[in-house]
């Protein structure tokens, strides 16, 4: 943990996989392929491959088709993953053909932010382990899971999320206080933050928590490092 501007900024980015890899490992416990349908930025890619390479396992990732595949896919290529681009390209014709992998092979298909009751119970472990008792905690927020976790080692503390994709509701993200980026997830923050961060997710929870943090310990839970394709 490292701070930076007066906020204490966890440094999942240099965690191996980043934040999702500290409980991917589940998704394999049946399994030896896993398949995700993944947004084309979507960080979930390189966390599954750096955890099947890991485990000696198989990862699928199917993505929309693009003239020039983004970089996290091309990084959990090089890690191993095994790349499905699909078109059209729109989420909901992704995560259907990944659905229909999984039925004709069996392989385990992970579940959308990599939503599971394992992944909130690892993620508040790794929030406790750090050993302060913020004021105030900032996240970036997709399926929520990150929240949920966050708000389980923390639950007294003034919690933010920045929604960067989907609509959330209130339960998804444990009561936290919603802040909807102005952007879609596609496109990049407008600011980058003094540490690496995803220009598609952390970075703008980084730059509304900049401009909105509040008093005491204020603590940001940075998820991933840009993509190394």
Aim: with cysteine; charged share 20%; proline share 8%.
């Amino acid at each position: 943990m490292r701070e930076h501007a007066g906020v204490l900024v966890v440094r999942d980015d240099l965690f191996p996989g980043s934040t999702k890899a500290r409980f991917m490992h589940h998704v394999f416990e049946d399994a030896d392929e896993a398949v995700y349908a993944s947004p084309a930025e979507g960080g979930a890619q390189a966390a599954l491959a750096t955890v099947a390479r890991q485990l000696g396992k198989r990862a699928t990732i199917f993505v929309a088709q693009r003239a020039r595949p983004h970089a996290r896919t091309l990084e959990a290529a090089r890690l191993g993953a095994k790349i499905v681009p699909v078109a059209p390209g729109y989420l909901s014709v992704v995560q259907a053909r990944a659905r229909d992998y999984c039925s004709r092979t069996g392989a385990a298909l992970v579940p959308f932010g990599v939503d599971m009751p394992e992944a909130v119970v690892a993620i508040a472990k790794a929030a406790k382990a750090i050993g302060i008792m913020p004021d105030e905690v900032w996240c970036a927020a997709g399926s929520g899971v990150l929240a949920r976790g966050l708000a389980m080692a923390w639950p007294t503390a003034r919690r933010h999320v920045v929604q960067v994709g989907r609509a959330l509701t209130p339960a998804e993200v444990a009561g936290a206080m919603i802040h909807i980026y102005p952007a879609p997830f596609g496109r990049e923050a407008r600011i980058k933050p003094p540490f690496p961060s995803d220009p598609h997710y952390d970075a703008k929870a980084w730059e509304q928590c900049a401009a909105r943090k509040g008093p005491g310990r204020v603590l940001f839970w940075n998820v991933a490092a840009p993509a190394r394709a």
